[in-house]
């Protein structure tokens, strides 16, 4: 699925506020898909991990 700028950036933030403040309330598996996800928006933004 391809999703313009705004969205990736939306879904960045998205999935980096989860991970800062519900990360440990997520199954293993939601929270390998946030990451696939963030990890994903970053790459399409051309963004890099902290």
Known sequence: MK????????I???SYYIRS????????ED???VTKIRKEAMKQCG???K
Do not use: G
Request: glycine share 0%; net charge neutral; hydrophobic share 35%.
């Open 3 to 10: 999703l313009n700028k705004n969205e990736l950036l939306q």
């Open 12 to 14: 960045y933030e998205w």
């Open 21 to 28: 403040t519900n990360f440990a309330h997520l199954s293993d």
């Open 31 to 33: 929270r390998k898909l």
């Open 47 to 49: 963004l890099k991990d």
